[in-house]
């Protein structure tokens, strides 16, 4: 079965403290992984999406990295502005369809 | 950048009443689905549609109905709402291909009391 963890459930940081999140995936076939970014009571916000493994991609402090069985969202010197939730999602060649993770609730701090 | 619509916003009801939940967009993309988020849970997905008549229900066993009459339009239908039914609903669009995001609307916060 197609599954997505993602993990901590909860980070917390102060503001230039860089740190990594993770993503990781069991999937019949990966046909594309996606970060997003939620703000409380908005929809999500699409950020990355990365296909095969070895793939980076970089948002000014945020940088999405993939291998075989996981993703990481690395941080480097956070804002207060980077606080929200970043949720992480797949999409399997035997399932048409975004299967999401929980989420990592960051917070950043003064 | 995606322009997809919500309304209402926020929706407070009571038990037994009828709710349409509306979504449109302005892409002109033809996949369009609905998800369910409780406050630090995953999205579930609830109706997905791939085009003007096409809907198929999601993975989350839900109690309400779609409809794809326009590409722009996929309103969402409670027949009956219940305390049950109280959570977040997005709708969402992406294009057709493999490997291209979904774009979220601003979502409804439902609460049925």
């Known amino acids: 079965e197609d599954q997505v963890t993602q993990s901590p459930e909860a980070l917390r940081l102060q503001e230039g403290e860089s740190s990594s999140l993770n993503c990781s995936y069991t999937v019949s076939g990966l046909r594309g992984l996606f970060w997003y970014r939620q703000d409380p009571g908005k929809g999500p916000e699409f950020l990355f999406t990365?296909?095969?493994a070895g793939e980076e991609k970089e948002k000014e402090r945020l940088k999405a990295t993939l291998t075989k069985k996981e993703s990481f969202l690395h941080i480097t010197a956070p804002k207060p502005e980077d606080s929200a939730t970043y949720l992480c999602a797949v999409l399997s060649g035997g399932y048409n369809k975004l299967i999401f993770g929980a989420g990592t609730r960051l917070a950043v701090h003064p | 950048e995606a322009d997809i619509y919500q309304t209402p916003r926020y929706l407070v009801i009571g038990t037994g009443k009828k709710i349409t939940l509306e979504c449109s967009q302005t892409?002109?993309?033809?996949?369009m689905y609905w998800y369910q988020q409780d406050p630090g849970m995953e999205l579930h997905l609830i109706h997905y549609?791939?085009?003007?008549?096409?809907?198929e229900k999601g993975d989350l066993s839900s109690e309400s109905t779609v409809s794809r009459i326009r590409t722009e339009h996929f309103p969402l239908t409670l027949e009956s709402a219940r305390p049950s039914h109280t959570s977040q609903y997005l709708c969402?669009?992406?294009?057709?291909?493999?490997?291209?995001?979904?774009?979220f609307g601003p979502g409804t916060r439902l609460t049925v009391l």
């Open positions: 990365l296909y095969s």
């Open positions: 549609s791939y085009g003007v008549n096409s809907t």
């Open positions: 969402a669009t992406r294009v057709a291909g493999d490997y291209n995001e979904q774009f």
């Open positions: 892409m002109g993309h033809d996949k």
